[in-house]
């Protein structure tokens, strides 16, 4: 079969299957699944999860929460980093593809630092996770910002 011809073959079903199922019912909409997070909501998360960072990374009665606060920001890091920051939706072609590619490098270089953080607080290297934290993970977020955030 030719792709048009798939392609009408598709088109006829699902026309097929809306004619004879009729719309969906109020119960059904209502059980569908929630649109999924924007990156504008991920970077909210990680600056929840700086914040509690920030706070407690010194104070060994907070290490799990900053431990916590860790997972969470790589979390977001790993979705984050495959999405497309607003700022770039005016470029194309070639412009877009490097804007891209630097993103995505500067969300892999924070998901590493990160890691690292966590290997300091887990080794008890407090100097090494302030250093860390001080020196490279806010610079990391103050430029990513200024260079992707609206």
């Known amino acids: 079969m030719n792709p048009i011809a798939s392609t009408c073959a598709v088109s006829v079903a ?3 299957t809306l004619v004879f199922t009729g719309p969906a019912s109020p119960v059904a909409l209502a059980t569908q699944p929630e649109a999924l997070p ?3 909501e991920h970077m909210g998360e990680m600056s929840d999860a700086f914040r509690t960072i920030s706070r407690g990374y010194n104070k060994a009665d907070k290490l799990d929460d900053v431990l ?3 997972g969470k920001l790589q979390e977001n890091i790993v979705v ?3 999405m497309v920051p607003s700022r770039l939706s005016d470029l ?3 412009e877009l593809e490097a804007s891209l590619t630097e993103y995505r490098v500067r969300m892999a270089k924070l998901l590493d630092r990160t890691a690292e953080l966590e290997v300091a607080l887990l080794t008890g290297d407090d100097d090494l996770a302030h250093m860390i934290l001080r020196d490279e993970l806010y610079p990391m977020r103050d430029e990513g910002h ?3 955030s609206d």
């Open 14 to 16: 699902v026309f097929a």
């Open 38 to 40: 924007t990156l504008s």
């Open 68 to 70: 916590d606060a860790i």
């Open 80 to 82: 984050s980093k495959s």
């Open 92 to 94: 194309s072609g070639e």
């Open 146 to 148: 200024e260079l992707f």
